[in-house]
């Protein structure tokens, strides 16, 4: 009885210590997934701040872009280079028409005739002054350039899509002979 006695209380110090060893593997087990969750874990945010930075990067890329796209690169009657936006360059215009001699808001046509009657007699050769001429002569060019680039400013509103009128096909029939 007492060998009986002893061979269960072995075989209960066996289970214990397999049930000991068992709950240990177990803790091992959820310390290093513990580990490796915290890793992809730290791993994961760090992709999307880095998604975040891109983004805004991006952002600013584009804000950039429609910025240079909304300025005019212009030689002012003083022949320095000025990228001007829309607000100044109807203002610069102005400045050139008055150079020249002519109303504000102008036709092309009128400006052409204008300067074609005119050109003779700033020009230098024909006694007139220099700088006045190269001042005369960038109003006009500037006035050329401001015609050939009409339009050409990406509003800062979004635009409305207008949609095309459908083009109406026609099925190709197959004649027959008489």
Do not use: N
């Not at 050409?152 to 027959?176: E, H, K, S, Y």
Request: charged residues 30%; aromatic residues 8%; glycine residues 8%.
């Amino acid at each position: 009885m007492i060998t009986l006695i002893l061979a269960l209380l072995g075989t209960g110090a066996l289970l214990l210590a397999l049930w000991g060893m068992i709950l240990a593997g177990w803790h091992l087990m959820l310390h290093l997934v513990d580990g490796m969750v915290e890793r992809s874990r730290a791993v994961i945010e760090q992709e999307r701040i880095l998604q975040h930075l891109q983004a805004l990067e991006r952002q600013r890329w584009q804000l950039r872009r429609e910025r240079s796209r909304q300025r005019r690169k212009v030689v002012d009657l003083d022949g320095q280079v000025r990228w001007l936006p829309p607000e100044e360059f109807a203002g610069f215009q102005r400045r050139c028409w008055a150079e020249l001699g002519l109303p504000e808001g102008s036709s092309w046509a009128a400006i052409r005739q204008h300067w074609r009657r005119s050109s003779l007699r700033w020009h230098p050769d024909h006694g007139g002054d220099p700088d006045q001429w190269l001042r005369k002569q960038r109003a006009y060019q500037a006035l050329e350039k401001a015609r050939s680039l009409a339009g050409r400013f990406i509003p800062l509103q979004p635009q409305p899509l207008q949609l095309r009128p459908r083009r109406r096909r026609w099925r190709w029939r197959a004649r027959g002979k008489g």
